[in-house]
């Protein structure tokens, strides 16, 4: 079961959440508006490429993909980071090979984080007009296994770089 993945990580409940819903078709990407025949946004608001689906926000997207490269370059992650056609669960199962054994938990973690942080930053662009921005959605994800690691997620600092 692919959920595997999100019982054995850091991440707080909201994310498991998110990505619980995403797994069920559950989330309001301009695809499903449009399957229901409501009003959407006909490109995706991150690279004004493609039509937006889950998929596309988690990995297909290049605003996306870019920050997959940039954080698992931060990480010194020697996996290799998700292709244009992947999905989350079966590129990590093969990422997981490539990841230390200690470090497992704590990638997962993050790997559920990067499409959690690039969705809120979708849902800005929708709703507060914001430009999307690649550092910044960056910066949220190198920030926020800080706060987990002082919630108790201590594991998580081996994974992150020292600074
Ligand atoms: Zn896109």
Redo the contacts with the bound molecule.
Sequence with gaps: MPWQLTWKTWAPHNIKLFHWLAHLDRCWTAERLQRRGLPHHA??L?????M?TMQ??MI?????RQVWFDILAWLRATCRPPDHDDTLIPWWSQAKQATPKAMRRGRASMSLLIPWMVWKQRNDCVFNVAAPSINDVTAKIQDEPNLWARAGALGLRAILPST
């Design positions: 490109r995706c991150l690279c004004d490429q493609d937006e596309h926000l297909g997207c290049g605003f996306s």
